[in-house]
């Protein structure tokens, strides 16, 4: 069982950054990939950025060049730098992890993913 909370949203105005922490509970975050996905309202939610056990990575093309998903094993969290912050960035995002079958596996899609957290806001004024 894995328990994520997310910490870092806010209200940040057009062209800021915002760094979303995600600190996940367990002594097996290394075996972990994880993702970031986002939700507007009345849309659907969709990947931001995942990434593997081995720490290789995948953006979305909407966030490409402005957003950098990470991890440190050692501090049981990932991280989701982003930079050039546009108004239909405004979300709530989400962590999600689950066991990663090989370390450099990637998974973009929702429904492979076994954990969430509760999310937290992001809005960007324009």
């Known amino acids: 069982q894995v328990h994520l909370v997310e910490s870092g949203g806010g209200l940040v105005q057009a062209g800021g950054s915002l760094r979303l922490s995600c600190a996940a509970s367990?002594?097996?975050?290394?075996?972990?990939?994880m993702g970031w996905f986002r939700q507007a309202p009345g849309k659907e939610r969709d990947l931001v950025a995942s990434i593997s056990r081995a720490g290789t990575t995948y953006s979305a093309d909407s966030v490409k060049g402005r957003f950098t998903i990470s991890r440190d094993n050692a501090k049981n969290t990932v991280y989701l730098q982003m930079n050039s912050l546009k108004p239909e960035d405004t979300a709530v995002y989400y962590c999600a992890a689950r066991f990663g079958e090989t370390i450099y596996t990637q998974y973009t899609q929702g429904s492979e993913y076994n954990y969430w957290g509760q999310g937290t806001q992001v809005t960007v004024s324009s």
């Open positions: 367990g002594r097996t975050f290394s075996g972990y990939a």
